[in-house]
Nanobody, 112 residues
């Protein structure tokens, strides 16, 4: 089974930027869709971006215009560029694809 490993999280001030990476152990083109998700303490996991094999993206209103999902097929890597970060973006961020087990995620902390 393909494994996904997230990285790139950290501590950033409000208004700052981070780029998350999700490295796959195999080809990501096998997936019809991939996405980024997050889970804040005491809250349910929610999606923040999805990208289909054909290149269609989708974002919830909470991050639209601030976050951008992309991929590098040659590197089997999914990215999430996060700009204009807000304290409410603080969460553990995960990448995922259908049938793939959840990984450890990467912590993003935005200070006010």
């Amino acid at each position: 089974q393909v494994q996904l490993v997230e990285s790139g999280g950290g501590l950033v001030q409000a208004g700052g930027s981070l780029r998350l990476s999700c490295a796959a152990s195999g080809s990501i083109l096998r997936f019809s869709v991939m996405g980024w998700y997050r889970q804040a303490p005491g809250k349910q996991r929610e999606y923040v971006a999805t990208l289909t094999r054909g290149g269609t993206t989708n974002y919830p209103d909470s991050v639209k215009g601030r976050f951008t999902i992309s991929r590098d097929n040659a590197k089997n890597t999914l990215y999430l560029q996060m700009n204009s970060l807000k304290p409410e973006d603080t969460a553990v961020y995960y990448c995922n694809a259908p049938t793939i087990s959840w990984g450890q995620g990467t912590q993003v902390t935005v200070s006010s």
